[in-house]
């Protein structure tokens, strides 16, 4: 049975931004109510060029979650994705932790490389070149799994040194929340999530989606994972209502297990509603 999940990119709504929080409260309950799984929000500090001007409005991400934590109640919450420079993996790591507490096991770790330059120069945080952004995402992954485990002892990398990974208390998630590595890349994002990760992320049409999936297939094989164990989750823009149902079904049909839904005008909950009573309905159906 596929799962479904909601990303809002998107937070200048008529009336923004003194209605804000009402109507990010409001589309949770509905994402909930209709039965998505996942609720994701951005983790920028900027607007995208492809969605709106830089100087829309933009939440932080991980306040933004804990914010959606005290009005829901069972759908999980995420970040798709928090670039790795933008926090000192530990700080991040606590961050997550303190979401997965409070919010009663329902949080995402969703992390990658990075790729937005002008808001990091925009705000003065560093953006270090493309192979060393690697370099400290699989540092990352390796200290969130030290942190999420029974070593508190030190970490030490190229790009980070930890006298102590001490993260109390732990997540209630077990073993541990779910690590989602955002992105496509053949050679070194997908590599990434055959080593550390719980859920992939990708986009593209089926064909691409499918062919994704076989490298990954490929890169399991290769340490010795099992393809099985890594979910797969892709994120499409949506078409409201009905005209949702044959795209989705050709990404399932590609081998996502987990349909990302991102672009809906979430401040009209009869949108968010159709999913529920018509989208969903229908895919479950095959």
């Not at 969605?51 to 959606?68: N, Q, R, V």
């Not at 999980?76 to 606590?94: D, E, I, N, Q």
Request: hydrophobic share 40%; proline share 7%; glycine share 10%.
């Amino acid at each position: 049975m596929p799962k479904f999940g909601l990303q809002i990119p998107f937070f200048s709504w008529p009336g923004s931004p003194d209605n804000d929080r009402q109507v990010l409260a409001d589309a949770a309950r509905a994402a909930e109510d209709a039965g998505f799984s996942s609720l994701w929000v951005m983790d920028h500090f900027f607007q995208l060029p492809m969605i709106g001007e830089a100087d829309l409005d933009m939440f932080e991400g991980y306040t933004t979650l804990s914010y959606l934590a005290g009005v829901t109640e069972g759908i999980t919450l995420g970040t798709l994705v928090t670039g790795v420079t933008y926090r000192h993996p530990a700080l991040l790591v606590k961050q997550v932790t303190t979401l997965d507490v409070l919010s009663g096991a329902r949080a995402w770790l969703g992390i990658g490389a990075a790729w937005f330059e002008r808001e990091h120069l925009g705000l003065g945080v560093p953006f270090p070149p493309v192979a060393e952004r690697f370099e400290r995402l699989e540092e990352a992954l390796q200290i969130a799994g030290q942190m999420w485990s029974d070593d508190n002892g030190p970490y030490k990398g190229k790009h980070y040194t930890l006298e102590e990974t001490i993260c109390s208390p732990q997540p209630l998630s077990r073993p541990r929340p779910p690590v989602m590595v955002g992105g496509g890349g053949e050679r070194k994002t997908l590599r990434l999530v055959a080593k550390y990760a719980d859920a992939c992320n990708v986009a593209g049409n089926p064909d691409e989606i499918s062919h994704k999936f076989d490298v990954l297939k490929r890169h399991c094989d290769d340490v010795g994972r099992n393809y099985d164990e890594i979910e797969r989750t892709v994120m499409t823009i949506a078409p409201p209502g009905e005209a949702a149902i044959d795209p989705a079904r050709k990404l399932i049909d590609a081998g996502a297990q987990h349909v990302i839904f991102t672009g809906l005008p979430v401040h009209n909950l009869d949108v968010i509603a159709t999913f529920g009573n018509d989208v969903f309905p229908a895919l479950d159906e095959g």
